[in-house]
Structure formats: structure tokens, C-alpha cells
């Protein structure tokens, strides 16, 4: 069965470091997602995109976070410089046209900013 | 704008018993309404969703009633199996919104114990 796979599942980094999360989503499903989990909270939605660009953002999405899709098979979420706060489980999520119902998530990558 | 809220866990039940997690929302379109689950160290599966007032969803023994008139999206499932221990979550989506995204409750987790 198709699934959307994240990687790495851990990462750590010191604030103010650049990272990239990576996502394949599934192969023929043309709308992307990504959600984060703070610890102990709600999942949050982030951004979504289609057709190479952002469909809609949520407060949380400033400047220092971007998304891309660099390929036909990765979606990456980069934030430019880690704040201790960014530290959560990030999702990544995709489905199969704008208006379809499920969305499919990965496993999740855990993101430590110490 | 919208909001889930969700009985908070854990919740602790023996193996056949029967669980009930509440969930009510807010909205102010005419959401799509969704279960989550989540088993420990995977991402989140969708386990049933309604789409209008009235509608029941169901899947693997779960069902879950859309409720306009008490805002409500309770998940019950009559005889549950230690295989139901997982954390849920409720979620809803404005699909008039271009982004689709989800906007999810705290989450519950649950503990089947044989």
C-alpha cells in the first residue's frame, strides 16, 4: 500500500541552524501538507501547496519557514534558523486532488532545537 | 475561526468494553468532520469522516454520528480490543477554504488492557 514517508524521523540541532525535513509523498497526489506537534498539544496545520505554490499558510508559517518541491518524488520544509520553540513532531501530509477528503500522513519527524 | 475540543486521556478501559470520546467543534461554514488515529510510533491514519449534518461514519467497529444541532462528533465503538490502544484525534476541514487543511483536537489517548 502507498504511504508517505518522512525523513530523518529524529533530528537535532542547536538554535539557529538551517534545517530541512523531507517528504515523499505519495506518488500521484497533488496536494502537500505539513503539520507540527508540540509537544503535549494540538497538531497545528502549517501550509499547504499545489501546483507549485502555497495554497494557504497559517500564522505560525512566517519568514523563516519555506517549503519547496525540488522534484517530481520530495516535498521539504526548511526553516532558515531554529528557534528553541520549533522544537516538535512535524507531519507531513498529502492527497490525491485539492478537494479530496483523506489526507494521507507520514510517520512524522521528531525536530529537537537545543 | 474553527476549533476542535476533545475529551482528554487517557482513558483507560478493559479489553470489550465499550468507549465513548467526545468531540465538539466549532465552525463557521459547514465543516467536514473526521476521526484520527494514531498507533504508537506511525502517523496518523484517518479512521472515519462525515461529510454533512446527519451522516454516520464508520469503519473497523467505530462509528461516529455528525451532530449539527449539539456541534458534536462523538466516537464510540461498542467492544474494544488491545489493538484499539492508540491515541484519537477529531478534526474537522472547511473544504470553501483553499487550503483544505485540517484543524484537529488535543487528541486521546486510549489504553485497552486485556
Known amino acids: 500500500e502507498p504511504e508517505v514517508t518522512q525523513t530523518p524521523s529524529h533530528q537535532v540541532t542547536q538554535m539557529g541552524q538551517e534545517v530541512i525535513l523531507r517528504c515523499v509523498p505519495i506518488s500521484n497526489h497533488l496536494y502537500f501538507y505539513w503539520y507540527r506537534q508540540i509537544l503535549g498539544q494540538k497538531v497545528e496545520f502549517l501550509v499547504s501547496?499545489?501546483?507549485?505554490?502555497?495554497?494557504?499558510k497559517s500564522e505560525i508559517f512566517d519568514d523563516q519557514f519555506s517549503v519547496e518541491r525540488p522534484d517530481g518524488s520530495n516535498f521539504t520544509l526548511k526553516i532558515r534558523s531554529t528557534k528553541l520553540e520549533d522544537s516538535a513532531m512535524y507531519f507531513c501530509a498529502s492527497s490525491e486532488t485539492p478537494s479530496a477528503y483523506e489526507q494521507y500522513f507520514g510517520p512524522g519527524t521528531r525536530l529537537t532545537v537545543t | 475561526g474553527n476549533s476542535v475540543t476533545q475529551m482528554e486521556g487517557p482513558v483507560t478501559l478493559s479489553e470489550e468494553a465499550f468507549l465513548t470520546i467526545n468531540c465538539t467543534y466549532t465552525?463557521?461554514?459547514?465543516?467536514?468532520l473526521f476521526w484520527y488515529v494514531q498507533y504508537p510510533g506511525e502517523g496518523l491514519q484517518l479512521l472515519l469522516k462525515a461529510t454533512k449534518a446527519d451522516d454516520k461514519g464508520s469503519n473497523k467497529g467505530f462509528e461516529a454520528t455528525y451532530r449539527k444541532e449539539t456541534t458534536s462528533f462523538h466516537l464510540e465503538k461498542g467492544s474494544v480490543q488491545v489493538s484499539d490502544s492508540a491515541v484519537y484525534f477529531c478534526a474537522l476541514s472547511d473544504r470553501r477554504a483553499a487550503g483544505n487543511k485540517l484543524t484537529f483536537g488535543g487528541g486521546t489517548r486510549v489504553l485497552v488492557k486485556p
Open positions: 501547496f499545489y501546483n507549485n505554490e502555497i495554497s494557504e
Open positions: 465552525a463557521t461554514g459547514y465543516p467536514s
